[in-house]
């Protein structure tokens, strides 16, 4: 079974594993992130949505408005609750990002903050967002990269276009400390409350923790591989892995028990060895999306997302008409095919007080409609050749891909 995504890694992170003890790890691991993003600062966390959760907190916006994309993963709106914040849900254009347009007609005196997302590493239109920032001077922006590490609008750095920025560093992400995530930013005096309050309500990690999770990194990778992964979908389809797997409850806004201990030092090592490896991480997703491009085209069945140029594609996300028909027939064909976001946030049991007579259209039509390709931070283009060969016939043979829908 072709994985739909595996961590890329190299001899670099085997030896990283070693030295679990290492005392500045963590230090080391922002110092290398912050320089391969080209920001002057970044923050460790043991989870994305612990980054944004804690910045939230800094920059006091308890009781206030934050406007979110309504298709975005629902860490997002839960660390938003949990900050004591109150989430103001927006729906998408054709690229999959937030309508920049009826996120500013959504402003209000309490709203403080905008996170703005680049959804499938698909850059936020940087042009528009300055204009909505030129009319509200006092908004905070925060970028969420998760999906876009060093994504660029027309040549400029998306991460950089914000007050701060938040990148999730688990083992499906462009690049991984196995879990984690990252605050960035260039502003010296919110990065020293930042890691104030961190420093006050993270618990230190243990030194068995960080051996478990050096241990969870060389299962996982190795489950990976090819070979191993068919056991893997079977472990899946039978529910064995349910417990270990992410699962949302819709009913529930929550976050993992262990979301506020500290980075391990294991995981700050292997970060750190993947921030030197960036550039080449995403620069194999792009031969990737582009080899999909065309290879695919011409075929009925399937409507690539607009992605701008500049993208980094930590998904190669695409429109078909009947998701679970295309995934079943292709995981019979030995291709693992992705559905990363299949929900609406606001639609969620939990959040339907804060959206009641609202819809999202478009969000509503990509949760419907969007798979992800496979993709990986290594190019090789035999294997990219034989999951078209493999997925071609399939989609060639499918109900026509539904069309683009944008919100007027
Ligand atoms: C992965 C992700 C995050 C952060 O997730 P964590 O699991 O908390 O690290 C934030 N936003 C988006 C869009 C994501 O996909």
């Known amino acids: 079974m072709i994985p739909r995504f595996r961590p890329t890694t190299g001899l670099a992170e085997f030896t990283a594993l070693i030295r679990f003890w290492e005392r500045a790890a963590v ?49 997002v709106p839960h660390a ?39 959804i499938f590493g698909h850059p936020v239109d940087l042009d528009r967002l300055a204009a909505l920032k030129a009319h509200h001077p006092n908004l905070l922006v925060i970028q969420d990269c998760a999906h876009s590490f060093a994504c660029e609008w027309r040549g400029r750095s998306v991460q950089a276009a914000g007050n701060a920025a938040i990148f999730g560093c688990n083992i499906s992400k462009i690049a991984t400390s196995i879990f984690g995530g990252m605050v960035t930013s ?51 389809r039978t529910g064995t892995l349910s417990s270990l797997e992410e699962y949302y409850d819709p009913d529930i806004i929550d976050m993992p028990a262990d979301h506020l201990i500290g980075m391990t030092t294991v995981e700050a090592r292997i970060g750190a060895v993947q921030s030197a490896r960036l550039q080449d991480l995403i620069t194999a997703r792009r031969q990737a999306a582009s080899f999909y491009r065309d290879a695919l085209e011409g075929c009925p069945g399937l409507r690539f997302l607009p992605a701008p140029d500049g993208s980094s594609f930590s998904h190669i996300a695409a429109l078909v008409a009947d998701p679970e028909d295309i995934r079943e027939k292709a995981r019979s064909a030995g291709v693992e095919i992705g559905r990363i976001i299949d929900y609406v946030c606001p639609a969620m ?27 990986y931070g290594r190019y090789d283009e035999m294997a990219y050749a034989k999951i078209v060969r493999r ?15 944008s919100s007027s």
């Open 80 to 118: 938003i609750v949990t900050a004591g914040a109150e989430p103001v849900f927006i729906d998408s254009t054709a690229d999959g990002n937030m309508d920049l347009d009826a996120a500013e007609r959504a402003i209000t005196p309490a709203t403080k903050a905008l996170i703005a997302t680049s």
């Open 27 to 75: 230090e080391r691991h922002e110092l290398a992130f912050a320089k391969a993003l080209g920001q002057a600062h970044a923050v460790a966390f043991p989870y994305g949505r612990t980054g944004l959760r804690l910045l939230l907190e800094a920059l006091e916006l308890a009781g206030s408005q934050i406007i979110c994309p309504a298709y975005t993963c629902v860490v």
């Open 349 to 375: 049991a939990c959040y339907a007080r804060l959206s009641v007579g609202q819809e999202w259209p478009v969000a509503t039509h990509f949760a419907a409609h969007v798979i992800n390709l496979p993709v």
């Open 391 to 405: 997925i071609r016939p399939i989609l060639d043979a499918a109900a026509a891909a539904p069309p683009l829908l």
């Open 186 to 236: 260039d502003d010296a005096v919110l990065v020293e409350s930042l890691r104030h309050h961190r420093d006050r309500h993270l618990q230190p990690p243990t030194r068995m923790r960080s051996i478990l999770r050096g241990l969870y990194f060389v299962a996982a990778t190795t489950a990976f591989s090819p070979a191993a992964y068919w056991l893997v979908d079977r472990l899946r």
